[in-house]
Nanobody, 123 residues
Framework: QLVESGGGLVQAGGSLRLSCAASGRTFSTYTMGWFRQAPGKEREFVAGISWNGIMTSYADSVKGRFAISRDNAKNTVYLQMNSLKPEDTAVYYC??????????????????WGQGTRVSVSS
């Protein structure tokens, strides 16, 4: 089970930190990712992190502004979002991928999903 938190309303230029708490003993073996879905749009990849936290990947639209990290001792993955823009407004989903590379960025590459947390950025 994946449970996201940390969403909310923020002004453009502001920051938010999303958290995703996972249950189960196998969290540390999963590639973890964040996706987002804006109204009327497809769900898109935002960031991914390897099971050991060494490798990360990002969508071009968030590179240099967002940072993904994980704490396997706490079964938690984070998404630090800085310099937020109105176009970052979306529901953000945490996802787990079993046995796939952090470079696999398609929705179908992820096996387990959270319920999402809403992020709204005002201009």
């Amino acid at each position: 089970q994946l449970v996201e938190s940390g969403g909310g309303l923020v002004q453009a230029g502001g920051s938010l930190r999303l958290s995703c708490a996972a249950s189960g003993r196998t969290f540390s073996t999963y590639t973890m990712g964040w996706f987002r879905q804006a109204p009327g749009k497809e769900r898109e990849f935002v960031a991914g992190i390897s099971w050991n936290g060494i490798m990360t990947s990002y969508a071009d639209s968030v590179k240099g502004r967002f940072a993904i990290s994980r704490d396997n001792a706490k079964n938690t993955v984070y998404l630090q979002m800085n310099s937020l823009k109105p176009e970052d407004t979306a529901v953000y989903y945490c996802a787990a991928s079993v046995g796939r590379s952090v470079w696999r960025q398609r929705r179908v590459d992820y096996d387990y999903w959270g319920q999402g947390t809403r992020v709204s950025v005002s201009s």
